[in-house]
């Protein structure tokens, strides 16, 4: 029966290959073969990534010793259209055995207690002893909590192993003489990520903008139509009127004796000699 695959090789990336089966991903060779020049168009870019998690190896089947070699070293052997000669390909996902195959694409695809266990495979180094960046790379998954107390202390009922227990995380304990290395973990919440559409945001914030630009100028407009029109309905004769009102005021307008200023000084100086 045909295997059914939700994936294609085009869908893959370097984290959800992780997700992959090698008799899924037999499957995706085999149908992304049958559009031949579009596959030799993006081979090398679909082995990079299948790369980084798969070892693949095309055979023939009546090849028996290598076939056996193969299967003894981890591959899987899974029937294929003939091409050039060859009518299986071999596939062999590599395994998690220490903590530096441990990268940001996989770490989300472990369990704690399989983390936990190649922590305890680490040559005792416990938690503290790790690297920074494995550190780094675990915690983007996973909460860790480390504590190192007396062996009583750490295994007594009630403790901190039974508390952490409760709240959902996975137990490691690495002996330390008569202290205890506690090592809890548990998985954090997967957080689907949100694509936002900027430019969406942009076009609509750039229409608001140019909306307000333009109901700025039409209340300018309005403002100089205002006082255009109160201008023209001011006639020859008026204006004439205001002219002499305002020269009128000018004239009669005396210096104040008590807040003299020099041009008033002169203006009385003038005064007094006509006065003479």
């Not at 995706?28 to 049958?34: E, F, P, S, V, Y």
Request: aromatic share 6%; charged share 40%; glycine share 4%.
């Amino acid at each position: 029966m045909r295997q059914r695959t939700r994936l294609s090789l085009d869908d893959l990336n370097k984290s959800n290959i992780w997700t992959i089966t090698p008799s899924e991903l037999s499957q995706m060779i085999i149908d992304a073969k049958k559009k031949r020049d579009e596959f030799a168009e993006n081979e090398k870019h679909y082995m990079n990534i299948i790369r980084t998690v798969f070892d693949i190896q095309y055979l023939k089947r009546e090849e028996a010793n290598r076939m056996e070699q193969l299967e003894n070293t981890g591959f899987e052997i899974f029937s294929t259209p003939d091409e050039n000669g060859n009518n299986a390909i071999a596939i062999r996902k590599h395994p998690i055995k220490k903590v530096t195959d441990l990268t940001m694409e996989n770490i989300i695809h472990l369990e704690p207690w399989e983390v936990l266990e190649l922590i305890s495979n680490n040559m005792g180094t416990g938690w503290k002893g790790l690297p920074l960046a494995i550190q780094d790379i675990i915690e983007s998954a996973f909460f860790v909590d480390c504590t190192i107390m007396p062996v009583k202390t750490m295994r007594k009922e009630g403790g901190i192993i039974d508390r952490r227990k409760e709240d959902g995380y996975e137990v490691l304990e690495i002996e330390r003489g008569t202290w205890i290395e506690g090592i809890f973990m548990k998985p954090k919440p997967r957080v689907e990520k949100v694509h936002i559409d900027y430019s969406i945001n942009d076009d609509e914030d750039g229409r608001k903008k140019r909306r307000k630009d333009l109901d700025d100028e039409d209340e300018y407009d309005d403002m100089d139509l205002d006082v255009e029109e109160e201008d023209e309905d001011m006639d020859d004769e008026e204006l004439k009127k205001l002219d002499g009102d305002v020269e009128d005021d000018m004239e009669d307008e005396e210096p104040d004796e008590n807040n003299l200023r020099i041009e008033d000084i002169d203006v009385i100086a003038d005064m007094d000699e006509e006065e003479d």
